[in-house]
């Protein structure tokens, strides 16, 4: 297997043939000699979320990496800064906390309060005139680096001393399209209930999408193959190209990006620039079997009025391409990590052994080992004989040769994935996106606050139905019985709008399934 300086290894072979088993124990091999060094997954730049989502006023709890992190807004230096979320006095979450009239993070347990160079800048029960406790190192809070592009805040996951110089002279996986005004965009934001590394097989997938999307952006009548080839697998991630689109990346551990040249139909002149559409996703580890997504798609051809969609509308819309494969992808990262144990049982059974010693670290770990010594990785327990299943390949030799076969969760967290849910909670939108998106949640106050007015044009309509034999007899109201029907009209009409919007609402903030057999 050949290694290319800075410990590149050569693409995976298309097929499971003896070519392709010879190719992957050849680079198990050479795992541990690669040149380059591991990726180092605490050293790098996560997107944690979007800035137009963000309230100013009141600190966010996150999760990275499984590990606690609270962002706030520092007015008065106008920066959006991240902090373990942790109070070093009694543990308590900061993410719980206000922003004090300083400016300064402060917790809302006993109101130590924060400066944002993690200085503990007040302790109420400290006496002015006693000793200076609060410039005590264990008085300090601990802050991850951080930056903003694109409107989203970039966290690095590291507070070890030194660590903000690091962050400093490393670049910020930025989709240069966004910062070009010729490029439009927006940048969405989506937790989803399956895991990091599934998140990304599956954006590195083009084979799936005429299938799990069907009728949604695509259809099962286009699937066919797909000559996907990738040029080296790094430390720093891997390109490809794809012959029915464009040149694709994955630089981890977030950004999976994949350029679309609209060629001109035959007779027209090429444009001048070329007409481009990027598919950029960040795709952020949040915690065993949970991941959160930030994704944009700018392109610099869409005409103008494009611009004049309500921007909810399309968070929602794009909604709805991730639920047609969200349930499934939840079910099959538990599938992915039974056929693991399943083949490390045989693997051991089939070396003498009398048990399987397998050990599992969930979240569709990668590698999982039995009691032989084998090791079980994903890519054992998949059968990918296409070209169009390349990029998955790739990824899964990048996460076995390069990052430790799985996400680094810390100590405290517990690797299992947690238990499989119903479809209903799966893709329940208000916990995905809406919780996370003020855009959408004021179209969703906007639409209940139709709907109530609606209730409410009824509720008239039905008050004046009933008084008019009243109003007639005491000659109150002329003409009153001729406004019978067109009352009775508007309260079946007002009425069933009520319902249609209720309908709306349920479909479109809550929950809408998708039944991929039922879709013709």
């Known amino acids: 297997m050949a290694v290319e300086a800075g410990g590149s290894a050569a693409a995976p072979p298309a097929s499971d043939s003896a070519a392709a088993e010879a190719w992957r124990a050849e680079a198990e091999a050479a795992r541990d000699k690669a040149e380059g060094g591991k990726f180092v997954w605490e050293k790098n730049w996560y997107p944690a979320a979007v800035v137009r989502e963000l309230d100013p006023r009141v600190p966010v709890a996150l999760t990275l990496l499984g590990r606690p992190v609270v962002i706030w807004f520092h007015a008065p230096s106008q920066q959006w800064l991240a902090f373990h979320d942790l109070c070093p006095h009694r543990l308590a979450p900061l993410s719980e906390g206000r922003i004090h009239e300083s400016g300064d993070l402060q917790c809302s347990y006993h109101g130590w309060t924060f400066a944002p160079d993690t200085s503990c800048s007040f302790i109420p029960q400290a006496p002015k005139d006693g000793p200076p406790v609060n410039t005590s190192p264990r008085a300090c809070a601990r802050r991850y680096p951080t930056t903003v592009r694109h409107g989203i805040v970039f966290v690095w996951m590291d507070h070890s001393p030194g660590a903000a110089a690091e962050a400093a002279a490393s670049p910020v996986p930025v989709v240069p399209e966004l910062e070009d005004p010729t490029f439009q965009g927006d940048v969405v934001q989506t937790d989803l209930q399956y895991g990091y590394e599934l998140l990304v097989e599956n954006l590195v997938d083009p084979a799936h999408v005429p299938f799990a999307h069907h009728k949604i952006m695509s259809n099962r009548k286009y699937g066919k193959p797909l000559n996907l080839t990738v040029s080296g697998i790094r430390a720093q991630g891997f390109q490809g190209s794809n012959d029915q689109g464009g040149p694709f990346a994955f630089l981890p551990p977030t950004l999976a990006r994949q350029e679309i040249i609209v060629q001109p139909k035959p007779g027209q002149p090429p444009s001048d620039p070329p007409k481009k559409l990027v598919l950029a996703f960040y795709c952020i580890p ?224 809550f929950y809408s399934e998708y039944v991929h057999a039922l879709v013709e």
């Open 286 to 509: 949040t915690a065993p079997g949970k991941s959160r997504l930030i994704f944009t798609f700018p392109s610099n051809f869409f005409p103008p009025v494009v611009a004049l969609i309500p921007r909810f509308y399309t968070h929602l819309q794009q909604l709805v391409i991730l639920d047609s494969d969200h349930y499934f992808l939840h079910v099959l990262e538990r599938r992915l990590e039974e056929e693991k144990l399943l083949l490390a049982a045989a693997s051991a059974s089939s070396n003498g052994s009398t048990h399987s010693k397998a050990q599992s670290s969930s979240d569709s770990s990668s590698r999982i080992s039995s009691s032989s010594g084998s090791v079980i990785t994903t890519n054992k327990a998949y059968y990918t004989p296409t070209k169009s299943d390349a990029f998955v390949t790739a990824f899964r030799f990048w996460m076995d040769s390069y990052a430790g076969g799985r996400v680094p969760w810390p100590a405290y967290v517990n690797p299992a994935l947690p238990p499989p849910l119903p479809k209903e909670q799966v893709m329940d939108r208000q916990v995905s996106h809406i919780s996370i998106c003020k855009t959408c949640q004021s179209a969703q106050r906007l639409f209940s606050r139709i709907r109530l007015a609606l209730w409410a044009a009824v509720i008239v309509c039905l008050v004046l139905l009933a008084l008019l034999p009243t109003l007639s007899a005491l000659q109150r109201l002329p003409l009153s019985l001729n406004l019978a029907v067109p009352l009775a009209l508007g309260a079946l009409l007002f009425a069933a709008a009520a319902h249609f919007v209720s309908r709306f609402i349920e479909r479109t903030f």
